[in-house]
């Protein structure tokens, strides 16, 4: 690479960005480290090593909550975004990429600013498996198309009300399952390269420090910090997306 003096600290200032506030958030570690990886990186290599790191990331803050995973809950997201993630990636041949993201952005901000002003409502707590599943294909559907393995799941906790343990314990888990079908289709395709290999052994012990740390701080915040903390990265991801 050229300018490799540049290039090399920002893109591991970005891994660790991105896995700090994923292990806070428990979502939008592509959308923070992709802000600044598409300056020195190819959109391919990105969406690599969003998928790559991602799933590492996501992987690791599971197995932490793993005492509040409850496979009654999750499967219907499970089957949905299984379904969803080919579709996505199949689409990704056709549809247009900046329309993509100014839709996803536009609903982002749409929906976390309704969020802000209004009072905390919540869903029936027993919503049919129907539709978790149509959420599921839907989040499945966007995170084969942009690499946005959670946004859609992480919007329906938000908006259902539940606990900050339960919403993570429900989104992250099926991110990972995006997560790693979209690595299985990548690989499918050929686009690994020794290059993204070579960047993803450099960023590891950044990730892992920023993921620790994120872990670290959610166990001192509460319900009403963790639900405003979400809206806000959905707001910031939304306005990222769109300029």
């Given at each position: 690479m050229d300018g490799i003096a540049i290039e090399l600290p920002l893109f591991l200032l970005a891994t ?64 949905g975004a299984v379904i969803g993630v080919p579709a996505g990636v199949s689409l990704l041949t056709w ?135 979400v809206l806000a990265l959905l707001l910031v991801s939304g306005v990222a997306l769109l300029f």
């Amino acid at each position: 690479m050229d300018g490799i003096a540049i290039e090399l600290p920002l893109f591991l200032l970005a891994t660790f960005a991105g896995a700090f506030v994923a292990g806070l958030s428990g979502f939008a570690f592509g959308l923070v480290a992709a802000s600044l990886w598409l300056y020195v990186l190819t959109p391919l290599q990105s969406a690599s090593l969003i998928v790559g790191f991602g799933l590492l990331v996501q992987g690791y803050s599971v197995w932490k909550l793993r005492a509040a995973l409850d496979w009654r809950r999750l499967w219907p997201f499970i089957v949905g975004a299984v379904i969803g993630v080919p579709a996505g990636v199949s689409l990704l041949t056709w549809a247009d990429p900046k329309s993509v993201r100014i839709a996803v952005g536009a609903i982002l901000i749409a929906y976390s600013l309704y969020a802000f002003f209004r009072p905390q409502l919540k869903v029936a707590v027993v919503v049919p498996p129907a539709a978790d599943m149509t959420v599921g294909f839907v989040n499945g559907l966007l995170g084969g198309l942009t690499g946005l393995a959670g946004i859609i799941i992480t919007i329906w906790c938000n908006l259902r009300g539940l606990p900050k343990d339960v919403q993570r314990a429900t989104f992250q888990p099926v991110a990972v399952v995006v997560f790693a079908m979209a690595a299985l289709w990548l690989g499918a395709k050929g686009s690994l390269t020794l290059d993204t290999a070579k960047l993803f052994a450099l960023g590891l012990p950044f990730l892992f420090a920023g993921t620790w740390l994120g872990l670290k701080l959610f166990g001192r915040i509460d319900e009403a910090a963790f639900r405003k903390l979400v809206l806000a990265l959905l707001l910031v991801s939304g306005v990222a997306l769109l300029f």
